[in-house]
């Protein structure tokens, strides 16, 4: 087991059927990774080897009040108008020995004005 300071990330997952991730990059000045166009051939999962018939990009930053500064309900509005149906932002936490986390009332408030699906993630850190 690993002791040590927790580290807290999280990644917005995006995607929908007409969405294209190098569009909204280019309109909104946001880096996705783990790409893929609508009808791209999928390279694992369901789709392995299979046109994907939906679009998908997953956007990674740290967890704090100043990260989350990108990630406003404009900015949702802005993904769903470009075609996302499905956002959900993940919250890992990597931990040594106890996985004891707080978060602020900052960042649940900028949370839940997202309207978005958030989940957490808790795993020991290798």
């Known amino acids: 087991m690993t002791d040590g300071p927790l580290r807290i990330h999280a990644l917005l997952l995006v995607q929908g059927d007409t969405f294209s991730p190098s569009l909204a990059e280019n309109e909104l000045s946001v880096i996705f990774s783990d790409n893929n166009e609508p009808g791209d051939i999928g390279s694992i ?6 046109p994907t018939p939906y679009g ?3 956007i990674r930053f740290p967890l704090n009040i100043a990260s989350l500064g990108f990630a406003t309900p404009e900015f949702i509005a ?5 075609g996302a149906t499905d956002i959900i932002m ?8 106890q996985c004891n986390f707080e978060l602020s009332t900052e960042i649940l408030t900028a949370l839940a004005a997202l309207g978005i ?5 808790c795993y020991e850190r290798d």
């Open 45 to 50: 999962g369901r789709y392995r080897g299979e």
């Open 56 to 58: 998908s990009g997953i």
């Open 78 to 82: 802005s993904l769903r108008s470009r």
């Open 90 to 97: 993940d919250i890992h936490v990597e931990h040594g020995v």
């Open 117 to 121: 699906t958030v989940g957490i993630s």
